[in-house]
Nanobody
Framework: QVQLVESGGGLVQPGESLRLSCTYH???????VGWYRRAPGKEREFVGG???????RYVDSVKGRFTISRDNAKNTVSLQMNNLKPEDTAVYYC?????WGQGTQVTVST
């Protein structure tokens, strides 16, 4: 059973923006939802997360550029990514409790 589904990835140029969405099963409505990414050749890393009541937190490398928001009525968590850099290139995943989405590719390149 698919519990979390990401969408919105793509190819953009440096400085551009993308918005990722994570649609989650209602069983995660009272849980923290996190965003993670795995860059080529690197370990998966935490990007940020949001509490059930909408309080976000971020890793230092994306603060001021990424914004996480949540709509519990629609069972979605969004990751707005601005001023993207080549080093943001990765597969982005949302996760909650012990469940993970399938990931969506973000490529930042000229």
């Amino acid at each position: 059973q698919v519990q979390l589904v990401e969408s919105g990835g793509g190819l953009v140029q440096p400085g551009e923006s993308l918005r990722l969405s994570c649609t989650y099963h209602t069983s995660f409505s009272a849980a923290i939802v996190g965003w993670y990414r795995r860059a080529p050749g690197k370990e998966r890393e935490f990007v940020g997360g949001i509490s059930p009541d909408g309080v976000p937190r971020y890793v230092d490398s994306v603060k001021g550029r990424f914004t996480i928001s949540r709509d519990n009525a629609k069972n979605t968590v969004s990751l707005q990514m601005n001023n993207l850099k080549p080093e943001d290139t990765a597969v982005y995943y949302c996760a909650s409790k012990t469940s993970w989405g399938q990931g969506t590719q973000v490529t930042v390149s000229t």
